[in-house]
């Protein structure tokens, strides 16, 4: 795992400012080597926690607003993400009582195990001379009466959100033994507009849906985002030239260039996991296979497959070593490993159907996918194809993206008739479904890593 | 599995019967057409008055090939040229033929019940048959353009096999 460098900082930040407490020591037994990964934890089983609003001693302002809101709707992002993970059912902010400073580091056991509290989060917004704010939020098991853990970040105002998902992300690892995914954003295609004239826009937004923004203006159609493992571009498909064609458009610059000087079509891209290469896949006289080139924009496309069908897609493990894809080249769409060099092509899915869209999870266990068998469904299966498991059930649920933690799915749905999309997400059990907000129709997801 | 296949076949060959049947209704899409006007051999001129069809152009086109001529449709997840799709573009070629200096861009598109990404490679192999077969009957290929849209631009707007056998489809667009 990279290291955090927000919580980094604040550890020494911590030291300082929380003096008396001794930092309770964190020793549990390391793991013997050749024991085997637990990855099951019972979702079924939710845990009550509570978040009252953060304290903000000596409220001030900020550029994002009054440190005391601050304290509320960072309490109340980090309510909201637990809650979304399915694992808690939480409570507060509002609700609950405003706590004071003190109670921060001595809660009040006896008052909250009277409300059926399991775990208690409570906090503080701290606002510096330097105009950046201090955020400090702390874990209690409220049966046992003691502290968990502490986090906490120094940022600027305007970046409260990510303290927020920051902190909710260490409780939900410390609790559960799953890495953290909600400090994470999302690129994916806007759309408007009736069926036969759907205006699809390239967009961008946090994990939760918050920092909205539109990339593309709607002129041209824009499909199949992939945020860069280090969120700087995007690599997207535009029809800007009247043609289909994958574009490496740049965030921060707000400029775009093709990853491929070719007259011919170019789809669905992919980055590798370390951002040097990129995957896609380009039509000559109509047969389309997948190709890789660097992502720099120098050197000359590698080719992978040479079938007669379509290949197309494609999605590295996470070791980079493997390629899983889509190939109809046996008769209808199926799933293919191959290795990174085009090496080894094998088929790995035989259920009864189609197959389409695999994407690698980020913790290599599984291999994500579409059904295609009347109606489509997003599963999973591992990569030697087997445990085939359906986690969605509805008209047309495709094209699944991982969470950073391997433990959600995102994908798109549309409805009958209507063709109205939109973002929902699963967890791996095919429990705790729920709609992504958006401001307009969504399609297309593609989940970002975790910010450093 | 095999006898739903048959019977998936079946049911679209019906519904493909039905949609050439309605072919009718795409009349009203057309512009208006003056009557009695030989489009074949009168020379362009400009300052003909409204109604006036320009030869080599889309309006000629479309005059020229009739009723959905401007487009074969396809199988579910299928590519292949039939019979049918054969007369429809040598109607095609007879007037690309009449018209040398006339471009063609060949749209492929499929229908919903496809994944994005496969239909857009599904539309260009589609785009790509029709573009082989003009070219087979002595079109130049360097005048026929392709470009797939995938199932991004569906024509009949429903969710049913009706809509989907009219989605599924290449049509050939003059270039101006």
Known sequence: MKPQTLARKFIALLAMLLMPLAVQAQTPAPPAEDEP????????????????ALVAPAP????????????????????????????????????????????????????????????????????????????????????????????????????WRRAAHKCADAIYSKLTGEAPFFDSR??????????????????????????????????????????????????????????????????????????????????????????????????????????????SGSGTPVKLTSSPGIDIGGSFSPDGKQIVFESDRGGNQQIYVMNADGTNQRRISFGSGRYATPEWSPRADLIAYTRIAGD?????????????????????DEAPTWAPNGRVIQFFRTEKNSGKTSIWQVDLTGANERKLPTPVDGSDPAWGPVRP | MKSTNVKMTMLLLASTALVAGCGKKEVKELPPVAEGTDYGTQPSDPNAGAGQIVPGSQEDFLQSVGQSGDRILFDTDRFNVDAEDQVTLQGQAQWLARYPNARVTVEGHADERGTREYNLALGERRANAAKNYLASLGVDAARIQTVSYGKERPQALGSDESAWAQNRRAVTVTVQ
């Not at chain 1, 990964?37 to 009252?52: C, S, Y």
């Not at chain 1, 302002?61 to 399915?86: F, H, K, P, Y």
């Not at chain 1, 707000?254 to 079509?265: A, D, E, H, V």
């Not at chain 1, 469904?377 to 059930?393: A, F, H, I, N, Y």
């Open chain 1, 376 to 396: 489509f469904r997003v599963g999973t299966m591992r990569p030697d194809g087997s445990g085939e498991r359906l986690l969605t059930d509805s008209w047309q």
């Open chain 1, 186 to 295: 999302i690129a994916y295609i806007a759309e408007t507009g009736p069926k036969g004239k759907r205006v699809k826009r390239l967009a961008i937004m946090d994990s939760d849906g918050a920092n909205h923004r539109f990339i593309t203006n709607g002129q041209s159609t824009a499909l199949t985002p992939r945020f860069s493992p280090n969120y700087k571009s995007i690599l997207y498909l535009s029809y800007s030239d009247g043609n289909p064609r994958i574009y490496v458009y740049d965030v921060d610059a707000g400029r775009q260039r093709l990853i491929t000087q070719s007259k011919n079509p170019t789809f669905a891209p992919r980055w590798s996991p370390d951002g040097q290469t990129i995957l896609y896949s380009m039509a000559i006289a109509g047969n389309t296979d997948v190709y890789k080139i660097s992502a």
């Open chain 1, 60 to 159: 001030a302002d900020t550029a994002a607003g009054n440190s005391a809101a601050l304290g509320r709707q960072i309490a109340e992002v980090i309510s909201s993400d637990l809650r979304a993970s399915g694992v808690f059912e939480t409570s507060g902010p509002n609700g609950l009582r405003a706590i004071t400073l003190g109670e921060v580091t001595a809660p009040q056991f006896d008052y909250w195990k009277g409300r059926n509290v399991e775990q208690l989060v409570e906090g503080f917004v701290r606002v510096g001379g330097d105009g950046n704010l201090t955020v400090g939020c702390y874990l209690y098991d409220v049966g046992n009466g003691n502290e968990v853990a502490r986090f906490g970040f120094n940022i600027p105002p305007k970046d």
């Open chain 1, 37 to 52: 990964e637990l990855v099951e934890f019972d979702t079924a089983k939710t845990r009550a926690i509570a978040v009252p």
